[in-house]
């Protein structure tokens, strides 16, 4: 084999490597390349360090710290009011659980609308404070320009459109959007232009199917859906969704994939019952102390006399 042949096999396996086992950190440039091989993507939410390590376990390819930390951790009614400060917080602890997925963290709402100065800025923080791989932001022609020039400062962007929780107020709610021909063609629009201000994958929420589908044949960039049909290039769900640990109903979109919050009630329930009947702890969850030097303690009420 030329050693041409050599290294193009090299770079090839480098870009394109999936076997969840493989150890590698998972780069920008691979999951653009996993579009073209047709291979799909999975992306899902992490907050904190112990289920980061899990995702990471499992084979997840993109993880995200998303701003739902505001409703999924945080108790908030929307995304709108947690801060930069707050998502580099989480950001850095879902860091340290994290050896091989692509990482990502999402920019709050009022991060990056207000300059570009100060989204380039913010969207720094990410990399600078926290260590992610990329962010996120929302928006699509509107945003174009300020995602282009956080892509020349050297920052992956991933972008998102669709239903963009941040503006739910203006859209009047959480609604599937482009379900007629004028706004599934501005959406089309919107994807396009992220496309050329530089992103390497768009995510689309509540977009109706065959819509997700134009989409994903006009871009170049992986579309990652969120209640957004089959045809995308990969999905993305909030963990909580997918685990069954949301309070509350889940959005229609959602496959939930486990029961935990019945299974963490079942638990919490025993331990409480264990405690009121004084079977737990057991004596495998205590320590001892050797006979000989129990025995120098004098019984509660007797002093040894003061010399
Ligand atoms: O914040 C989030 O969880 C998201 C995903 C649903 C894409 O933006």
Known sequence: MSLKRIVENAVDKSTTSRTPNESRQITVPQVTSWKKRDEKIAMVTAYDYPTAILVDRAGI??????DSLANVILGQKGTVGVTMDEMIHHAR???RGIERALLIGDMPFLSYQASKEEAIRNAGRFLKEAGTDAIKLEGGRTIAATVRGIVEAGIPVMGHIGLTPQSASKLGGYR??????????DLIRDATALESAGVFSIVLECVPDRVSERITSAVSVPTIGIGAGPSCDGQVLV???LLGLTVGDSPRFVKRYADLSEEILKALRAYRADVASGTFPGREHSFTIL?????????PGIQ????
């Open 61 to 66: 390819e993109v993880v995200l710290v998303g």
């Open 93 to 95: 602890a879902v860091r």
């Open 176 to 185: 599937v959007q482009g379900k007629d021909a004028g706004s599934a063609q």
């Open 239 to 241: 963990l909580h969704d």
């Open 291 to 299: 006979d000989r030097e129990f025995k120098k303690i004098p019984p």
């Open 304 to 307: 040894k006399p003061k010399v």
